[in-house]
Each structure stands twice: as structure tokens, then as C-alpha cells.
């Protein structure tokens, strides 16, 4: 998985609880971006990042918050869990910098998480 | 609002035959058009990608044909064996880097 690693990979939670899942690469990569995948809707981005303290809104943004303090570690925190946020969530690296795979995004093995 | 569409949601061939999956998209912006592959319990992982000025690229048993003016591609899995089932996802590269996904195919290839 590209030098991705994503934390913890199962959690279950209560609904209104807060909760973090971590994103680790080692690959240097500048973009970072968080997916989540549910059955019929493919990947949908979340947030993503292009640079340390640099973020910005994907397409289903609501209710969660990123932060990226080193290019290495990117967070995606659900402020106040929520069963429609029962997901497979993954991680995923692009670097435009790299001339042969500038457009190519190397995904982690995702983080299933349970709301009840 | 589902800005690539991918049909059909699941699909069984047997084997030495040909998978088809389709897609569709709607923003004419898009620059790139990749092809994931997924195995159960992993990430996706590139299969194949082409641009929008080529209209077919083959690698392998793997092909991508691209219709610009129709804005549709498709995935062609020739000759397929039992390690290609796997889920699909065609996807559209925009600004940014950012990637929209399709709804995913179930591909069943059996023995």
C-alpha cells in the first residue's frame, strides 16, 4: 500500500462520541486526501490536502474536520459521530511533482469504522 | 450529484471471456480518466488511466476506449481468469488532483 498507513483499520463507537483516524505516509508525497466508501457511491473525497496546513472541502465534507501539521501525517476527525458516518474510510497520496505519476493516487488499505 | 456514472453495478463472465464496464461522465474539465482495481479488504489500486486525446489504450489483457465527443469510456478485461474478481472503479481527474469516483462494478469471473 505505497508506503500508507492508515490507524486503527476497525474501531467501533457510540454515536455523539468524538473520533480521529490517523493517515501515515512515508513517501513525502504534498497531496494527501481523505475518501469514504459506501456500496453504490464509489469513493467520495471528503477533504483533501495540498501542503502542510493546507486544506480544503471535498464533496461530502459535513461533519468532519482534517488537519495536517506534517507532511506526513494527515487526520480526519469526526467531531460528533454520527450511523451515517458508518464507513470504509481511506487515505490516499498524489505528488503532481512526480513527473511519471504526477496524476496517480496510491491509496491505503482504509479504516472500517462502526457507529452505533 | 453523481458526475461519473458506471454501469452495470455488477457483472459475472466466465472464464477466457471479456468483462465490459461503462462509464459516463458530465464535466467536460476533466483531464484524466483512470481505471481502479479493488480486492476485498484492500485499497483501490491503478489498473490503468488514459487521456482524453487517445482514444484507446491497451496494457496487457486491459483495455480503455474513449469516446470525447459521447464524454463515455470503458474498461475491457479480455481473455478473463478467476483473479480478476475484484470491484472497478472508473474515476475523472479534475483540478486540483482530485478525483471523481463511479458508483464501482463487481466484476465475478468464474472457472
Known amino acids: 500500500d505505497a508506503g500508507i498507513t492508515q490507524s486503527p483499520r476497525h474501531k467501533v463507537t457510540e454515536t455523539g462520541t468524538p473520533v480521529t483516524l490517523r493517515c501515515h505516509q512515508t513517501?513525502?508525497?504534498?497531496?494527501m486526501y481523505w475518501y469514504r466508501q459506501d456500496p453504490g457511491h464509489g469513493l467520495r473525497l471528503i477533504h483533501y490536502?495540498?501542503?502542510?496546513?493546507?486544506?480544503d472541502k471535498g464533496e461530502v465534507s459535513d461533519g468532519y474536520s482534517v488537519s495536517r501539521s506534517k507532511t506526513e501525517d494527515f487526520l480526519l476527525t469526526l467531531e460528533s459521530a454520527t450511523s451515517s458516518q458508518t464507513s470504509v474510510y481511506f487515505c490516499a497520496i498524489s505528488d503532481p511533482g512526480v513527473l511519471q505519476a504526477k496524476n496517480i493516487q496510491y491509496f491505503g488499505a482504509g479504516t472500517r469504522l462502526s457507529v452505533l | 450529484q453523481q458526475q461519473v456514472k458506471q454501469s452495470p453495478q455488477s457483472l459475472i463472465v466466465q472464464k477466457g471471456g471479456i468483462s465490459i464496464i461503462n462509464c459516463a461522465y458530465e464535466?467536460?474539465?476533466?483531464?484524466?480518466f483512470p481505471w481502479y482495481q479493488q480486492f476485498p479488504g484492500k485499497g483501490p489500486a491503478l489498473l490503468i488511466a488514459?487521456?482524453?486525446?487517445?482514444s484507446e489504450k491497451k496494457e496487457g489483457r486491459f483495455t480503455i476506449s474513449f469516446n470525447k465527443s459521447a464524454k463515455q469510456f470503458s474498461l475491457h478485461i479480455m481473455d478473463s481468469q478467476p483473479g480478476d474478481s475484484a470491484t472497478y472503479f472508473c474515476?475523472?481527474?479534475?483540478?486540483?488532483?482530485?478525483?471523481?469516483f463511479g458508483g464501482g462494478t463487481r466484476v465475478l469471473v468464474k472457472p
Open positions: 513517501e513525502n508525497h504534498r497531496y
Open positions: 488514459i487521456r482524453p486525446d487517445v
Open positions: 490536502s495540498y501542503g502542510v496546513k493546507d486544506t
Open positions: 464535466n467536460t474539465a476533466f483531464d484524466y
Open positions: 474515476a475523472a481527474k479534475a483540478a486540483g488532483n482530485k478525483l471523481t
